[in-house]
């Protein structure tokens, strides 16, 4: 899908912003950027491995660190994840609007 020299840079870089976006999601800060970061992403990755199950390439997955081949429920289990991904997106709008909890009320 991609040449071997951006495969390369892909493969280097992503594990590592995969794990700062981690991290930022877990503190919260800026929650609605890295939700929608990560969602994106997430999107992306579906499209990809839909693809390639679609065109009945025999790949293996890899996903989780074990070795397993791409089949239709990688792709639901991917779809899964995509999904929740949408879900925590969503909410974190919601909650956006919304005063912190730990925030003084106003004073009429």
């Not at 199950?53 to 239709?72: R, V």
């Given at each position: 899908?991609?040449?071997?020299?951006?495969?390369?840079?892909?493969?280097?870089?992503?594990?590592?912003?995969?794990?700062?976006?981690?991290?930022?999601?877990?503190?919260?800060?800026?929650?609605?950027?890295?939700?929608?970061?990560?969602?994106?992403i997430?999107?992306?990755f579906?499209?990809?491995?839909?693809?390639?199950?679609?065109?009945?390439?025999?790949?293996?997955?890899?996903?989780?660190?074990?070795?397993?081949?791409?089949?239709?429920?990688?792709?639901?289990?991917?779809?899964?994840?995509?999904?929740?991904?949408?879900?925590?997106?969503?909410?974190?709008?919601?909650?956006?609007?919304?005063?912190?909890?730990?925030?003084?009320?106003?004073?009429?």
């Amino acid at each position: 899908m991609i040449s071997p020299e951006a495969s390369q840079v892909v493969a280097h870089t992503l594990p590592f912003v995969e794990i700062i976006l981690g991290l930022l999601l877990l503190i919260g800060w800026r929650l609605r950027i890295w939700s929608a970061a990560v969602t994106l992403i997430m999107a992306g990755f579906l499209t990809a491995v839909s693809r390639a199950y679609l065109l009945h390439m025999d790949i293996d997955c890899g996903c989780f660190g074990i070795p397993e081949k791409l089949t239709g429920m990688t792709v639901v289990r991917d779809g899964a994840f995509t999904a929740l991904a949408l879900i925590m997106t969503i909410f974190a709008f919601i909650e956006a609007r919304e005063p912190h909890p730990w925030s003084v009320p106003e004073k009429a």
